[in-house]
Antibody, heavy 121, light 109 residues
Framework: EVQLVQSGAEMKKPGESLRISCTGS????????IAWVRQMPGKGLEWVGF????????RYSPSFQGQVSISVDNAVNTAYLQWSSLKTSDTALYYC??????????????WGQGTLVTVSS | ETLLTQSPATLSVSPGDRVTLSCRAS??????VAWYQQKAGQSPRLLIY???SRATGIPARFSGRGSGTEFTLTISSLQSEDFAVYYC???????????FGQGTRLEIK
């Protein structure tokens, strides 16, 4: 079974750094793009960016370019979403999702369970 | 950036109803459209990809149509478990850019 498992909820202060993770299993991790999606409280889905673990090629939504960083560690089949200086507006639920096909021109399936990030002073 | 506009924002329906949700793209996205269902407190679930192909395990009452800029998701006979929020998504652009619609909420009438 293809599965993505995300790290647990985080509570941080503005200005702090954070890295959340997404570990894949049940498939060849390096063959499929992994995307990150934000869902702010009570709102819809927003694409953050994605990465190809095969060569660490990462692409970002213009809305998130320069605000976050996406990376992978293929030794542990894990993708990361990282902030160097959090803002209160980063408070949201963050999902990772695998592209369903070996191309970024494909839908997202499956999705991780989500990681809640709360940023508050 | 390609914008996706879903309509209506909220739909009040009854079990057994046939419903059609709409998603319009601001420019052509060919057939590179997916539909997701999200229930409260759960992760989104892929229903339809390639505008009209059902994902693995999705009941036949869900169907998708469209190409270019106009897309629809139809649920032929609503079941109680179908009350949720539905999002469309496009994955067509180059440079790679993915967008979601704002969602349609199905409520029990």
């Amino acid at each position: 079974e293809v599965q993505l498992v995300q790290s647990g909820a985080e509570m941080k202060k503005p200005g702090e750094s954070l890295r959340i993770s997404c570990t894949g299993s049940g498939y060849t991790f390096t063959d499929y793009w992994i995307a990150w999606v934000r869902q702010m409280p009570g709102k819809g889905l927003e694409w953050v960016g994605f990465i190809y673990p095969g060569d660490s090629d990462a692409r970002y939504s213009p809305s998130f370019q320069g605000q976050v960083s996406i990376s992978v560690d293929n030794a542990v089949n894990t993708a990361y979403l990282q902030w160097s200086s959090l803002k209160t507006s980063d408070t949201a639920l963050y999902y990772c999702a695998r592209h369903a096909q070996r191309s970024f021109y494909s839908a997202f399936d499956p999705w991780g369970q989500g990681t809640l990030v709360t940023v508050s002073s | 950036e390609t914008l996706l506009t879903q309509s209506p924002a909220t739909l009040s329906v009854s079990p057994g109803d046939r419903v059609t949700l709409s998603c319009r793209a601001s420019q052509s996205v060919s057939s590179n459209v997916a539909w997701y269902q999200q229930k409260a407190g759960q992760s989104p679930r892929l229903l339809i990809y390639g505008a009209s192909s059902r994902a693995t395990g999705i009941p036949a009452r869900f169907s998708g149509r469209g190409s270019g800029t106009e897309f629809t998701l139809t649920i032929s006979s609503l079941q109680s478990e179908d009350f949720a929020v539905y999002y469309c998504q496009q994955y067509y652009n180059w440079p790679p850019s993915i967008t979601f619609g704002q969602g349609t909420r199905l409520e029990i009438k």
